[in-house]
């Protein structure tokens, strides 16, 4: 197991939201059913979860970081409800498809980057360690933020700060970037932080001046507010009736995106109210949102990346998702 360690955000309000089905086993009130950790990470989520489901369940558990996946292997190894694939959650339908499951009664997310990532410097995660600038979650494809940053062109680079980082500097670090760059390969952590630090001097309160930059990088290099909002039919197509979705996401971009996909699905007719369509014909909900949980105060305090976190929890109602597809 890895020597970085993990502490769940937001952890017993994540479970309970996915547990909806009592089942008395002796003394203990259990759940039964297909669930999905679409984020393993160091699986304080999914070890939460199995404690409270009966033996006939299953967890099927997904991460793209190979030491995430090593960790998972060892949590099957102990217990045999769980099912572990290294891949992203983009390809979560077609591989508990490709393993004869096409309902599930529970989903979770938690979104972003794990502490064990941004503890490692041999990752590239943080301005705070030195290190290569590496910066992929699955260290086994794509190209890291230091190759990308070679060849990138100065708008590029710009939009991505911008967009990802909301940096109101990005102009300024994309020209700093090109410039170093033909002195010199921009290859680890610390070359960036230096580039960002020279041009950006006015501190936000709490935050390194390179936060942005590195958050923006990193969503890029990682595709993930994409992966996020283009997976996200296949889970709602993927829960039962019933099943709940829970997602928790750290940062503004990310929770708007859950935000209006669950709205998407809890009012399809608003997506579709340009066609000309009778009142009866207006799809009808597929998803329920349920509740918006922020962690309390004392969670805070022992834990600080929970500042930011938000979890959204959302139920699958009786409506067939063909409903809304055939719009
Ligand atoms: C915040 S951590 C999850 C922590 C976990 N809940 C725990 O308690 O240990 C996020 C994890 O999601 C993984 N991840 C991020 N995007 C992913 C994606 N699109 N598909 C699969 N895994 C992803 C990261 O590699 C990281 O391990």
């Known amino acids: 197991m890895s020597e970085f360690k993990h502490k769940p955000v937001l952890l017993r309000e994540t479970v309970d939201t996915l547990l909806v089905r009592d089942l008395c086993v002796g003394k203990q009130y259990l759940n039964s059913g297909i669930f999905v950790d679409g984020t393993f990470g160091r699986g304080g989520h999914s070890i939460e979860l199995l ?47 490709s393993r004869n499951i096409d309902k599930v009664d529970g989903i979770m997310l938690d979104l972003g980057v794990s502490s064990p990532q941004l503890d490692n410097p041999c990752r590239g995660f943080s301005f705070l360690h030195k290190g290569p600038l590496d910066m992929r979650m699955d260290t086994t494809r794509g190209i890291s933020v230091a190759k990308w940053l070679e060849k990138a062109d100065l708008n590029d680079i710009r939009k991505v700060i911008f967009e990802y980082g909301e940096e109101r500097f990005a102009t300024k670090i994309a020209k700093e ?20 630090s020279s041009v950006v001097h006015k501190n936000e309160k709490g935050k390194h001046p390179a936060t942005r930059t590195f958050q923006a990088l990193r969503i890029y290099i990682n595709n ?22 829970a997602v928790i996401s750290f940062h503004s971009l990310e929770d708007r995106i859950v935000k209006r996909m ?66």
Do not use: W
Not at 177 to 196: F, G, N
Not at 299 to 308: D, F, Q, T, V, W
């Open 51 to 97: 404690d409270n489901l009966d033996d006939r369940s299953k967890l099927f558990v997904f991460d793209k970081d190979p030491d995430a996946i090593k960790s998972a292997n060892l949590l099957s190894l102990k217990d045999n409800r769980v099912q572990v694939i290294h891949s992203s959650f983009v390809k979560m339908k077609e591989e508990l498809l």
């Open 177 to 196: 970037i090109v410039a170093r760059r033909k002195i010199k390969p921009i290859c680890t952590t610390t070359d960036l932080v230096d580039c960002v």
């Open 224 to 245: 993930e507010l994409e992966e996020l909002s283009s997976s996200f039919p296949s889970f709602v197509e993927l829960l039962k009736p019933y099943g709940r979705l």
């Open 262 to 327: 669950i709205r998407n699905f809890e009012y399809p007719s608003d997506v579709y109210h340009k066609l000309p369509l009778m009142e009866n014909e207006l799809p009808k909900s597929i998803l329920r949102s349920l509740e918006r949980v922020f962690p309390k105060d004392n969670e805070i305090l022992g834990n600080k990346r929970a500042r930011s976190a938000v979890l959204r929890v959302a139920e699958r109602t009786v409506v067939p998702f063909s409903n809304f597809l055939k719009f």
